[in-house]
């Protein structure tokens, strides 16, 4: 089982940026992906970005490809999500996922295959 903390929520205006840290502790993490799902209220939880723990592969939903950036910290057991160009369609409680890699990376986009999720973080952009 793998414990994730998010942190770096807030409020920012519509173009603006927020940067999320989600930190990780509880096994090696060699055989996972960590990334990020979005959840805005009375929708379901949604895939936003994911990267593989060992070695450099990223996967992006389409609708924040170019503006969100996903990265990791070995040293810190760390992942972040900077976010720019934000929108109102961001706003949600964003959660910090990890789970086994799996056979491709739209399989890993499921919610509800994910093992382990953080407690969230809420962000909103206002318009």
């Known amino acids: 089982q793998v414990q994730l903390v998010e942190s770096g929520g807030g409020i920012v205006q519509a173009g603006g940026s927020l940067r999320l840290s989600c930190a990780a502790s509880?096994?090696?993490?060699?055989?996972?992906?960590l990334g990020w799902f979005r959840q805005a209220p009375g929708k379901e939880r949604k895939f936003v970005a994911a990267?593989?723990?060992?070695?450099?592969?990223?996967f992006y939903a389409d609708s924040v490809k170019g503006r969100f950036t996903i990265s990791r910290d070995n040293a810190a057991n760390t992942i972040d999500l900077q976010m720019n160009s934000l929108t109102p369609e961001d706003t949600g409680v964003y959660y910090c996922?990890?789970?086994?890699?799996?056979?491709?990376?739209?399989?890993?986009?499921?919610?509800?295959?994910?093992?382990?999720w953080g407690q969230g973080t809420q962000v909103t952009v206002s318009s």
């Open positions: 990267l593989r723990w060992s070695g450099n592969s990223t």
């Open positions: 509880g096994r090696t993490f060699r055989n996972l992906a």
């Open positions: 996922a990890a789970n086994l890699i799996g056979t491709s990376w739209p399989a890993w986009t499921n919610a509800r295959a994910i093992s382990s």
